[in-house]
């Protein structure tokens, strides 16, 4: 007796722990290929590669929150919604810089190109597929910007 109560009560921490996980991985429900952490490889200012750009910047995506981040840097987080072909991001939760010094907080890193101190960006999203994705977003001085990304790692 002692023997099925351990294996029923192992049982129920394994389907309960089981069920925490899918929930927390897939919070909000099903995003698809937007799971995950994905990597910013190339920037692209009118088709020419942003000479700048150093491919440090890292985006995350789960239920209807995102986080960016410049890798061994500050991050930010915010909500994130698409419709269409346009993923809209709002840097509306701030961590790291914002927190530590306001003064010096860009809503988005700048290597990004958007306007400065915007928290909401809307992004043509040109393709998506479970290993890759592409935004355009036409800029304050009227660039057209590539953004080529990966899933991470």
């Known amino acids: 007796m002692k023997i099925i109560y351990k294996l029923l009560l192992f049982s129920a921490i394994a389907l309960a722990a089981s069920f925490g996980f899918t929930r927390c991985t897939q919070a909000d429900g099903y995003i698809g290929p937007w799971f995950g952490t994905w990597h910013i490889e190339q920037i692209l200012i009118d088709g020419k590669e942003d000479p700048d750009y150093e491919a440090n910047i890292v985006i995350s995506f789960q239920g209807k929150i995102f986080k960016c981040g410049i890798l061994e840097s500050a991050e930010i987080y ?47 999203v040109v393709s998506i597929n479970n290993r890759t994705m592409e935004w355009q977003y036409i800029d304050q001085n009227g660039d057209l910007l590539t953004y080529k990304l990966r899933k991470y790692p």
Do not use: R
């Not at 939760?93 to 928290?119: I, R, S």
């Open 78 to 124: 915010g909500s994130w919604e698409y419709a269409g072909e346009v993923l809209t991001l709002d840097a509306g939760y701030k961590t790291g810089t914002a927190v530590d010094f306001p003064h010096l907080f860009n809503p988005f890193p700048m290597a990004l190109h958007f306007p400065a101190n915007v928290e909401q960006i809307e992004i043509t």
